[in-house]
């Protein structure tokens, strides 16, 4: 299509474009010691709210040693709840957790990191009433702490058993005995599990306090991953730990019950099969019965177990398969209602991610959903006016609204108004939410509604951040759509122009992308890496984000195309997306780059090795460099077993086309990553010697797969940015 453009509009173009580069003489710069030292950018918010069983008060810890109360109407505190300093045990907490009735917490301090989600901690008992600090153990710190129904015990981990403490009688029991690291698990999980299924809590009280059913992995099988872990010690301390890679094998898990009273376990029944995983168990609201879920090695069938407590006899009571995989599931699945004789799921059955209500006999009573678009978060049933609430992508992939809805399938109500992104919290008993609002181009607002949607109060509107990005001229992100040759699909993008952009002049190119299965990057959302984006603008880079075939919220087809093959129509998207942009007039096709970390680094080492004639420039941070050295659940659910596949893990892993290699590759690792193993990045640079390419690498000693802490995060953005600008 020829572009026109009248002698009246370019004169107003030049007159206006003249204007505005005046006018970016008078924005402040944006430097990185004002983004990773200063935190000029950083985004206010309202964390840490906790809603009380009325539903109408909230908890905030406050100051790391103060719960204090809030109300919902007012906003005001009403009373402190627990504070350290009243205390001589204790001077500060990170995390706290009520009873059923609210009359005791559980304080938990000198919490140590394990992995992503787990740790240990020194646990507290705070008697509200009596107004006590107890120790919850003397006998070494604990995991996982948690209160019985009634308050009257907790139970918790420690060394790989499970524990019950009686806070009447102060005795503690001990419930297993064979806990042994890198051997046996009782009542929490092993890392796989923690890392791809979000589960760390192996334990679960029934409804009236009299039975534990817990977790026991069998790790005996499951081969070794060794790190070095340096501590600026003499002789670095060797760290090792099981972690299943892609074929190898797992843990294998069974689920027991301990009866209180009995003091007897007995073992659930899961099946013959032990080369599957039970990603949840809970307990269903009869007190003798235990929902396990089942899954089989391939992670395409889906199975809820109803299992007696008692007996250990389980039945099926709904199954699915799916021709690629099930997406990951969370504890909200099922989730049972009224007397436990339905249950609520969320499936892609349909081709898109709805809601459905069953009866524990299998059947279907309504498909509460239904459209040509994704539910993204069931938010939780409101028993009384049988209202199902939930986030959904509904109007746009790049937004997300909230809706309520009856389990009927009727009466829809969206109940968010502001266009954009919206992540709401709502109380108990769904009286009131406190809904994250953003947009590309606007800093998070959060704000207090009713049920309805009607505002109440703003909590937080960061209007001095608003301020600040006016005083720097950040440039607006810009949405687009893009059709490449390969892609039946437009793919959705946007990009960031320098604020004193000239459409007659040429720019280098930086994108930008992680492109992993499910995951969006180009939404109606502030954040990420926005700040650093915006710096690089300022210094005269087009920025530009794609979503590849893969990425979520667009149907079940569009995701899951690649499985068996990931990063082959990631790559050739990336690869086409960067052809369009670099035909564009305003863009040096000569000067375009890549970055991404993760699956992104993944895929920028596959988009420069493979697109060289495209790619001058790629920056790799903690790339898998091939599926076989990655984990179990996450490979397999998307690549099936390498022994079955073995093309799929092999035809599209960056460390077989180092050949390729032309332009400038920056490879950057944490030595310490425990997910994405620095062997990742050792294996491609052997690849990358012995095939004589040259490139640049950075690691950091003992970093995990984030890379902070410290000056790291600006030690990490200064190197990346000198290559940026050394290189494009």
Known sequence: M?????????LLVLLLSGAWVQAQEDFKKITLEDIYKDGVFREKSVHGLRSMDDGVHYTVLEGSNRVVKYSYKTGKSVQTLFDASDFNDISHFRMYEFSSDESKMLIATDVQPIYRRSFTARFFVYDRKADELEPLSDNGAQRLATFSPDGSKVAFVRNNDLFIKDLEEGAEKQVTHDGEYNHIINGTTDWVYEEEFAITQGFHWSPEGDKIAFYKFDESRVKLFHMTMYKNQLYPEDYTFKYPKAG????????????LQEGSTKEMDTGEETNQYIPRIKWTPDNNQLCMIRMNRLQNEVEIMLANANTGESNVAYSETNPYYISQIGDDYPTFIGDGERFIIYSEKSGYKHLYLYNTNGELIQQITKGEWDVTNFLGYDEQEE????????????????????????????????????????????????????????PQEVTLHNRKGELIRTLEDNKKLKSTIEEYGFS??????????????????????????????????????????GSQEVVDRWGGRIAWFQMLAQRGYVIAVVDNRGTGARGQHFKKMTYGQLGKY?????????????????????????FGWSY?????????????????????????????????????RFMGLPQDNPDGYDDNSPIN???GLKGDYLLIHGTGDDNVHFQNSIELTEELVQANKQFEMQFYPDKNHGIYGGN?????????????????
Request: proline residues 5%; charged residues 25%; aromatic residues 18%.
């Open 2 to 10: 020829k572009r026109f453009r009248s002698s009246f509009a370019l």
């Open 248 to 259: 190898e094998k797992n843990s294998i898990v069974k689920i027991f019950v301990y009866d």
């Open 387 to 442: 209202r199902v609430f939930y986030t959904s992508a509904e109007v746009s992939p790049l937004k997300r609204h909230v809706y309520s809805i009856k389990s009927n399938g009727r009466g829809k109500r969206q109940i968010t108004e502001k266009d954009g992104w919206n992540r709401p919290d709502f109380s108990k008993g769904f009286k009131y939410f406190i809904n994250y609002h953003s947009t590309a181009n606007t």
């Open 476 to 517: 607006k992100k810009e949405f687009l759509s893009i059709n490449t040759p390969s892609s039946e699909y437009d793919l959705n993008a946007y990009v960031i122009k320098p604020p004193d952009f000239d459409p007659d002049k040429q720019y280098p190119l930086f994108m930008y992308l992680y492109g992993g299965p």
């Open 570 to 594: 990631e790559t050739v998207d990336q690869i086409e997306a960067a052809q369009f942009f670099g035909d564009q007039p305003y863009i040096d096709a000569d000067r375009i780059g890549i």
């Open 600 to 636: 992104g680094g993944y895929m920028s080492s596959n988009c420069l090795f493979q697109g060289n004639e495209i790619f001058s420039m790629a920056i790799a941070v903690a790339p898998v460099t091939n599926w076989r050295y990655y984990d179990t659940i996450y490979t397999e």
């Open 657 to 659: 086309y180092v050949d």
């Open 712 to 728: 790291t995060t600006f030690h990490l953005y200064t190197r990346m940015t000198e290559f940026i600008e050394e290189k494009l």
